[in-house]
């Protein structure tokens, strides 16, 4: 039993391509996000989520477009992609009323772009 | 600007010595501070909170408001303890974000 899976665990792709990663969290969190990890391990913050509505964009390249068709789905797509968003993405949930920052991660994408 | 400063990319200790992973953060209002954990393969999860002023696997950390810091700290380290260390901070800007700290990476020797 999952609590926040993302799909897929690796996707190899060509600059210029358009792909999308996929979330999913059956914890009943009403709040979502997306980090970024790059080569140096550093973790940082996309976007958020709370009940479908986006409420951090953390100044982003609008060639990701975040999509939640509902409070347990935050999906990815990223447009055009460049040799700079080779990095891990990781998707993760937290329950607003516990203050947001218990965060339950996915075990991530790592997304390599040629 | 609210900032998480881990100072060490690296802490490497012998099994049996204690150890200390630093945190220091910049933050204008009341902080909420965690410490996460990633172990080799397996997904990032929190270790512990400083509101619960819980220990969790023998971890303890402090919130010290003065110095701004909030280090992670075990007595005896053990080799299962090797991982990635990130400390963070949650603030509530409107929707709550958790800023994190560049990582320290501990290698505990046999």
């Known amino acids: 039993d999952t609590a926040v899976s993302q799909t897929p665990k690796y996707l190899v792709t060509q600059m210029g391509n358009d792909k999308s990663i996929k979330c999913e969290q059956n914890?009943?969190?009403?709040?979502m996000y997306w980090y970024k990890q790059d080569s140096k391990k550093f973790l940082k913050i996309m976007f958020s989520?709370?009940?479908?509505?986006?409420?951090i964009n953390e100044t982003v390249p609008n060639r990701f477009s975040p999509k939640s068709p509902d409070k347990a789905h935050l999906n990815l797509h990223i447009n055009s992609l460049e040799l700079g968003d080779s990095a891990v993405y990781f998707c993760a949930s937290s329950q607003s009323a516990e203050g947001g920052g218990k965060l339950f991660f996915g075990s991530g994408t790592q997304l390599s772009v040629l | 600007a609210q900032r998480v400063t881990q100072p060490e990319k690296l802490l490497s200790v012998f099994k049996g010595a204690p150890v200390e992973l630093k945190c220091n953060y910049s933050y204008s209002g009341s902080p909420e501070l965690f410490w996460y954990v990633q172990y080799s393969r397996q997904r990032l999860q929190l270790l512990l909170r400083h509101i619960s002023r819980e220990s969790i696997k023998g971890f303890t950390a402090d919130l010290n408001k003065g110095e701004t810091s909030f280090h992670l700290k075990k007595p005896f380290a053990q080799e299962e303890d090797s991982a990635m260390y990130y400390c963070a901070l949650s603030l509530n800007t409107g929707g709550f974000k958790t800023i994190f700290g560049a990582g320290t990476r501990l290698f505990v020797k046999a």
């Open positions: 989520y709370n009940n479908k509505e986006l409420i």
């Open positions: 914890l009943g969190h009403d709040t």
